[in-house]
């Protein structure tokens, strides 16, 4: 009697840990590459991606919060929308304001301070190709 084996669920989705391994590694990638870029290009650069890199960290755990936030299931739906709209815009309000005293400032790195404010996109994007690439060898060496 041969036993078969049920037949290994793909899905293409993001577990439960993306969020983690995002936080993690924006933050890793910040702490590492700053004084990368302070001890090549000088401190100016390497504090501006460090700055930008605690923009980028803090943006994205204040969209997870406006989201927790949000979906709360005692709010109402146009309670929900307001409140998703008041704290998002109180998120680029403050943005912007930071951004502008930052520009204002004489030792700012336009280029570096946007590199770290990418940094979290850039990680997301990383990871959704890793599991795409992952997803796609695993079917691949599924069918041998």
Same mark, same amino acid.
């Given at each position: 009697?041969?036993? !078969?084996?049920?037949?290994?669920?793909?899905?293409?989705?993001?577990?439960? %840990?993306?969020?983690? !391994? /995002? @936080?993690? +590694? &924006?933050?890793?990638? *910040?702490?590492?590459?700053?004084?990368?870029?302070?001890?090549?290009? *000088?401190?100016? &650069? *390497?504090?501006?991606?460090? /700055?930008?890199?605690? $923009?980028?960290?803090?943006? =994205?755990?204040?969209?997870?919060? $406006?989201?927790?936030?949000?979906?709360?299931?005692? %709010?109402?739906?146009?309670?929900?929308?307001?409140?998703? #709209?008041?704290? &998002?815009?109180?998120? @680029?309000?403050?943005?912007?304001?930071?951004?502008?005293? +930052?520009?204002?400032?004489?030792?700012?790195?336009? @280029?570096? =301070?946007?590199?770290?404010?990418?940094?979290?996109? +850039?990680?997301?994007? #990383? %990871? #959704?190709?890793?599991?795409? /690439?992952?997803?796609? $060898?695993?079917?691949?060496?599924? %069918?041998?």
């Amino acid at each position: 009697m041969k036993i !078969q084996k049920s037949p290994k669920s793909k899905s293409f989705q993001v577990d439960s %840990n993306f969020l983690r !391994q /995002v @936080y993690s +590694l &924006t933050w890793i990638g *910040g702490v590492f590459v700053t004084p990368i870029l302070v001890f090549f290009f *000088g401190l100016p &650069t *390497g504090v501006s991606f460090g /700055v930008g890199s605690i $923009v980028s960290f803090s943006m =994205l755990a204040a969209m997870e919060f $406006v989201v927790c936030k949000t979906i709360d299931p005692s %709010n109402s739906i146009k309670k929900g929308k307001w409140l998703f #709209a008041a704290l &998002t815009s109180s998120k @680029y309000i403050f943005l912007l304001v930071l951004l502008f005293f +930052l520009i204002r400032s004489e030792w700012l790195n336009i @280029y570096a =301070l946007t590199a770290g404010i990418t940094l979290a996109q +850039l990680v997301i994007m #990383a %990871n #959704a190709v890793f599991i795409t /690439v992952r997803f796609f $060898v695993e079917g691949i060496f599924e %069918n041998r």
